[in-house]
T-cell receptor, first 116, second 112 residues
Framework: GENVEQHPSTLSVQEGDSAVIKCTYS??????FPWYKQELGKRPQLIID???NVGEKKDQRIAVTLNKTAKHFSLHITETQPEDSAVYFC???????????????WGAGTKLIIKP | DGGITQSPKYLFRKEGQNVTLSCEQN?????MYWYRQDPGQGLRLIYY???????QKGDIAEGYSVSREKKESFPLTVTSAQKNPTAFYLC???????????FGQGTRLTVV
């Protein structure tokens, strides 16, 4: 089955610098890759997602890139701010929603620390 | 907010007792999910349901049970068979698989 690995587990960057979090997946059939941000004690919130027919997607300071050949996708946060401090999760969807056992497969999370 | 409501926010249970966590959504979503999150860990899927009266086991279903009698509701029962139930439980729903999950605010369960 699908396996998603996320690195690093903890990332500390200076405020204003960029942060990059990487995920790799194993199932080449995966076609949907969301990124979630979870602040301490709160629910995960979708921040950006990408589908397998697109290589890059940007939303202000956040971008996601997808390399289908290498089976990895990355989250890029530019001009980091203190409010970016949180745990970030990647996920991959290995099946079409029409399959009987589809589900999101989650990475283990990255704790992003923004140093003032 | 978000259209998916979990209750209660905090729950305390004595060892040996069953307890049921509520999850309700008004988003008209077909699919609903229960995840468990332990401190410093990612999300692990307990059960999921794609349609009323049908549900599937996730990765860590042992000691848990669910029902899906209504589209809007997907309650999770943590049974006494769950050896380490203290955790943060998140319910989510989605219209279909390749669309975002909407999460509830979570229930923090503590066994005392």
């Amino acid at each position: 089955g699908e396996n998603v690995e996320q690195h690093p587990s903890t990332l500390s960057v200076q405020e204003g610098d960029s942060a990059v979090i990487k995920c790799t997946y194993s199932d080449s059939a995966s076609n949907y890759f969301p990124w979630y941000k979870q602040e301490l004690g709160k629910r995960p919130q979708l921040i950006i997602d990408i589908r397998s027919n697109v290589g890059e997607k940007k939303d202000q300071r956040i971008a996601v890139t997808l390399n289908k050949t290498a089976k990895h996708f990355s989250l890029h946060i530019t001009e980091t701010q203190p409010e970016d401090s949180a745990v970030y999760f990647c996920a991959a969807s290995p099946n079409s929603y029409m399959d009987s056992n589809y589900q999101l497969i989650w990475g283990a999370g990255t704790k992003l620390i923004i140093k003032p | 907010d978000g259209g998916i409501t979990q209750s209660p926010k905090y729950l305390f249970r004595k060892e040996g007792q069953n307890v049921t966590l509520s999850c309700e959504q008004n988003l008209n979503h077909d699919a609903m999910y229960w995840y468990r999150q332990d401190p410093g860990q990612g999300l692990r899927l307990i059960y999921y349901s794609q349609i009323v009266n049908d549900f599937q086991k996730g990765d860590i279903a042992e000691g848990y049970s669910v029902s899906r009698e209504k589209k809007e509701s997907f309650p999770l029962t943590v049974t006494s068979a769950q050896k380490n139930p203290t955790a943060f439980y998140l319910c989510a729903s989605s219209h279909h698989r390749d669309s975002q999950d909407f999460f509830g605010q979570g229930t923090r369960l503590t066994v005392v």
